[in-house]
Structures are given as C-alpha cells and as structure tokens.
C-alpha cells in the first residue's frame, strides 16, 4: 500500500480545507484510516480515525478538532478525507494520512503505512 496526500496550502483564519489521502492497493475499504499532523518540535498528534467497512466505518476524534474536522472515505476513489472547518492559526502543521495495523487507532505506532506528509499553513 502506497499513500499520497493532497489539499494542503496556506488558508485563512476560519477558513475550510479539504485534504485527500489516496491509496493504492484492492482492498481498501477494509483499511483503517488515520489523519494525524506534526508541527516542528512537536510530537506527531491524533487527529482522526475511521474503521473499515467491515466495521461500519466508525469514526474517531480528539477532542481538539471534534466538531471542526470531519473524516470520511470513498471506497470507490480509495480515498479518505479530513475536511476542516473553522481553521485556526494553531491547526498550522504538516498533516499525514495513514494505515492502521493495530487497534489502538490515536497511538502513531499503530499505523505501518504513511503518507508522505502535506504542509497546512493558516494564517492569522
């Protein structure tokens, strides 16, 4: 499995995005999706989780974008989505989709596959 980002760019305070996440392989939709983003010196955080088809595609949230951010997927596209509402100077970071071998979906070290990274930069 391959991941390739796309969305990114410098927006406005309260401004929306969209980020994309493409991935290679026939089996997605049995993939569960992660988004996470890493600002310099800092650790890489959770952001959002959604399970398989199998599993209803449930999602996940920390509380820090609950309600901002919304993941989805397109099983047909093999692409998952992060859309961001509301952005704030403080969501400014660069931002990684990934595939979660393990459970345990806000930890990083449950993801084996990552996307190559795409900056998100919102200005004040």
């Known amino acids: 499995v391959q991941l390739s980002e796309s969305g990114g760019g410098l927006v406005q305070t309260g401004a929306s995005q969209r980020l994309s996440c493409v991935a290679s392989?026939?089996?997605?939709?049995?993939?569960?999706m992660g988004w996470f983003r890493q600002a310099p010196g800092r650790e890489r955080e959770f952001l959002a989780a959604i399970w398989g088809t199998s599993y209803g595609e449930q999602t996940y949230y920390t509380d820090s974008v609950k309600g901002r951010f919304t993941i989805s997927r397109d099983n047909t596209k093999n692409t998952a989505y992060l859309q961001m509402n509301s952005l704030r100077p403080e969501d400014t970071s660069i931002y990684y989709c990934a595939v979660a071998r393990y459970a345990n979906y806000r930890t990083p070290t449950s993801y084996d596959v990552w996307g190559q990274g795409i900056q998100v930069t919102v200005s004040s």
């Open positions: 392989g026939r089996m997605f939709s049995n993939y569960a």
